[in-house]
């Protein structure tokens, strides 16, 4: 293990007065942690399945959406996945109830001044710049959602990468953010993982009972894209300027003739049109 002090047996013991069957686990290295539990809930069946939080300080085959590899290092990143059985009665927008839960443990809203973590459809954390005018920032952390059926219930298994600490990565097209720059105090593995694990769970439960509309509107006001110029990776719409999400959560897009797209995540790849961003700027 490395030098990072871990209170897992606290945190376990914070986490089972939310989810009582809860097992909580610090590895110092793995391939996957989203894998590991995805086998775990396998193996589980044909009994119920138990919610694990599982932490890894270093992982090795971290994975983003589309199969993307997901840059990491040991002291300079919180990764970790939480395994849950969920029922709720429509999925769409999950990915977004989990980034409002995140962005609002680590940076709560306050009337007194703009949300400087923001989300990015559908599935990243980013550090928005106060005044920059080369666009609405850099990215902070991402999420994988993957759900596996077992013994007729469906486990979500919620991946989160953040970057705490300066590190070297390569070619991230939004740039690269860490917690070190919002709250000195959260560059620790432990301190950031005490602080957004109970509000995941929480969040994934009332997901379960209530769906996407009780965080939409915090979601509406961290919404990096919304106004900005996009490209997507669709060929009936190659681009045209966020407006937004739906009820279900998928993304407004308005083409260049002024028709608008909803756009659903999927395998759809969404980014910044950087080049117009800088053009408004």
Known sequence: MSNATWDIAGLQQILVGIEPALQVRLVAETGSTNTDLLE????????????????????????????????????????????????????????????????????????????????KWPNDLWLRDPGSAIGPGRKLGGILIETVACAG????????????????????????????????????????????APALLRALRHFERVGLQPFAASYAARDVLRGHPVRTTLAALPGGRAEGVDASGALRVRDAQGDLHLVHAGDVSIRLDASLVAQEG
Do not use: K, Y
């Open 40 to 119: 775990l809930a396998r193996a589980d069946a044909p009994g119920p399945t138990r919610p694990r939080l599982l932490v890894a300080e270093q992982q090795l085959q971290g994975r983003g959406r589309q199969g993307r590899a997901w840059q990491s290092a040991r002291g300079a990143s919180l990764t970790f996945s939480l395994a849950l059985p969920l029922a709720p009665g429509d999925w769409s927008g999950l990915s977004l109830a989990v980034g409002v839960a995140l962005a609002e443990a680590l940076d709560p809203a306050n009337p007194a001044r703009p949300a400087r973590i923001g989300l």
């Open 153 to 196: 219930e469906r486990v979500c298994v919620v991946g989160v990468g953040l970057n705490l600490r300066p590190q070297p990565v390569v070619q991230l097209a939004s740039g690269f953010a860490c917690l070190h720059e919002l709250e000195p105090g959260l560059a620790s593995a432990p301190m950031a993982l005490a602080r957004v």
